[in-house]
């Protein structure tokens, strides 16, 4: 089974800062199969990357994501107020596991 | 407008059977596979099974194996998960998800807003 390790595990940060959230693999993730989610606090998760760096339908373009093989990097570039949740990532290149999950909390 | 509306939750004891419903709409069913994933009170998201769009292959994270079943009805664009020989760490809610593509494993494009499933005496 391949371990999604994400760091750091809670991001302090104001809004219009800068957010990066790493996420690394125990193996490498075939194809970069690796999505990300974010979740607020009593909704479903939402999609926001996929193929380790394809926004989905109706994402802002400040959600980017890159990496391939073990290391993975969600990055919003300019924090709205919206945009604090938790987030995790996935991959799904050999059978699907998630990762524990980063908090983006205001500063 | 894709909507996936879960039904069945609730408490139940130790060793107890529950069986999960998730109504499909806004999409053609039989063209996706479909999966559950849950997350425990408090805790990150697990996925848990998987079915391909037309039900013939079946897969489970190695908790649940032999205990829980996954199938689906394309006649009535319904997702279902038997849950049986229920223990304290299966409480959860209990999300269906569907991927972008027939077969699995995939991301997952559109989640239902979740079903709670407690295992309790």
């Known amino acids: 089974e391949i371990v999604l390790t994400q760091s750091p595990g809670t991001l302090s940060l104001s809004p219009g800062e800068r957010a990066t959230l790493s996420c690394r693999a125990s193996?490498?993730?075939?194809?970069?199969?690796l999505a990300w989610y974010q979740q607020k606090p009593g909704q479903a998760p939402r999609l926001l990357i996929y193929?380790?760096?394809s926004r989905a339908t109706g994402i802002p373009d400040r959600f980017s994501g890159s990496g391939s093989g073990t290391d993975f990097t969600l990055t919003i570039s300019r924090l709205e107020p919206e945009d604090f949740a938790v987030y995790y990532c996935?991959?799904?290149?050999?059978?699907?596991?998630f990762g524990q999950g980063t908090k983006v909390e205001i500063k | 407008e894709v909507q996936l509306l879960e039904s069945g939750g609730g408490l139940v004891q130790p060793g107890g059977s529950l069986r999960l419903s998730c109504a499909a709409s806004?999409?053609?069913?039989?063209?996706?596979?479909m999966s559950w994933v849950r997350q425990a009170p408090g805790k990150g998201l697990e996925w848990v099974s998987a079915?391909?769009?037309?039900?013939?292959?079946?897969y489970y994270t190695d908790s649940v194996k032999g205990r829980f079943t996954i199938s689906r009805d394309n006649s009535k664009n319904t997702l279902y998960l038997q849950m049986n020989s229920l223990r304290a760490e299966d409480t959860a809610v209990y999300y269906c998800?569907?991927?972008?593509?027939?077969?699995?494993?995939?991301?997952?494009?559109?989640w239902g807003q979740g079903t709670l499933v407690t295992v309790s005496s």
């Open positions: 998800a569907k991927g972008p593509r027939m077969t699995t494993p995939s991301y997952f494009d559109y």
């Open positions: 806004g999409f053609t069913f039989s063209s996706y596979a």
């Open positions: 079915i391909s769009g037309s039900g013939g292959s079946t």
């Open positions: 193996q490498s993730v075939s194809s970069s199969y």
């Open positions: 193929g380790a760096s």
């Open positions: 996935q991959q799904y290149g050999s059978s699907q596991t």
